[in-house]
């Protein structure tokens, strides 16, 4: 059977409160599976079906059988009242989602007006508001074989690009989702052939010494060789570039970039520590309230490799 259509009648979604998540409805039960995963199952009469995960986005895209969302369309009889409450919370999360992209676009306008200005007092030129999001390349163009390819330096003496003989200076990411709407940003796209461009120098110094002030980071972080290492990176990716988001930071790129250390660290330690030894050692740290034992190992080709970080909490609450 298919779902019900909605009939107009508005009459019986006003004598419901509105769902604010889709857990809130009783046609869908979380639990526990046996191998001890999360699951829910769909409880309208008819389907039952059941789903790995607790995403309540797809709970609701399941009942009104949303494309996009990998995941099948509810083929149980979904009651009128319910469905019409199922789209009023998918239009006010539409709405939130519309919100928060606006509130975002905000900040990043206020970031770089605010940025813009000090760059101004710094150079005595009037604000630039241009100059974070100038690019060189329109954003629409037929895709060439270059395409993905490095075109252009961030700074002035960055290295030239490949898929244009203008060796270009200025460039960012992205520009935020509905800068659009500021026509100013997507302005002429400034081209300043190689040359040294103090305005584009300073902007770059004015937004690294305000991601370091805002985030509470050190001062010296603009001097790490990490960091050296993201300003060089940048260089070379194509505009349309999106930074990861904390999920993959600390999903597969943690996991990863750990492994690779824990690997290298360990082959350094055994290297040669047959002949000449292994050492063990380690220090306690709080951080955040939270008690930590770190263990090192030092060897003849690594004087310093950290083997593990022991949390400790467990061991304090029991007093021993
Ligand atoms: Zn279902």
């Not at 979604?13 to 639990?31: I, S």
């Not at 699951?39 to 995960?53: D, L, Y």
């Not at 760059?119 to 060189?136: E, F, K, Q």
């Not at 082959?267 to 939270?290: H, I």
């Amino acid at each position: 059977m298919s779902n019900n259509s909605e009939n107009g009648d508005g009459d019986l979604a006003a004598e419901m409160p509105p769902l604010l998540e889709a857990w809130d409805c009783n046609k869908v039960e979380r639990r526990t599976a046996a191998d001890g995963s999360s699951v829910w199952n769909c409880r309208q009469p008819g389907c039952n079906k059941e789903f790995k995960g607790l995403n309540s986005t797809k709970v609701l895209a399941h009942w009104l059988g949303t494309k996009g969302k990998s995941i099948a369309k509810c083929k149980g009889t979904i009651d009128l009242l319910d469905l019409r409450r199922y789209k009023q919370l998918h239009n006010s999360k539409e709405v939130t989602k519309i919100d928060k992209v606006k509130k975002d676009t905000q900040m990043a306008m206020e970031i770089q007006d605010t940025q813009a200005e000090v760059v101004a007092s710094l150079t005595g030129h009037p604000p630039d508001y241009s100059t974070p999001n100038s690019i060189v390349l329109p954003t629409r163009r037929r895709k060439s074989p270059t395409d993905g390819m490095p075109i252009i330096s961030l700074l002035g003496n960055g290295p030239v690009g490949f898929a244009s003989a203008a060796s270009a200076s200025t460039i960012t990411m992205s520009p935020p989702l509905s800068a659009a709407k500021k026509p100013r940003i997507f302005g002429q796209p400034k081209i300043f052939s190689g040359a040294p461009n103090p305005q584009a120098e300073k902007a770059m110094d004015v937004a690294i010494a305000d991601l370091i002030h805002s985030r509470g980071d050190s001062f010296s972080l603009s001097n790490c060789p990490k960091f050296v290492r993201v300003l060089n990176c940048a260089k070379m990716i194509p505009s349309t570039y999106k930074p990861p988001g904390r999920n993959e930071i600390g999903g597969q790129y943690l996991d990863e970039l750990y492994e690779n250390t824990m690997v290298k660290t360990k082959t350094a330690l055994r290297t040669d520590s047959e002949l000449c030894g292994l050492s063990v050692f380690g220090d306690g740290a709080t951080m955040k309230n939270s008690p930590l034992v770190n263990v090192l190992g030092a060897g003849v080709n690594c004087p310093s490799g950290v083997l593990d970080i022991i949390d400790c909490t467990g061991h304090c609450e029991k007093g021993a």
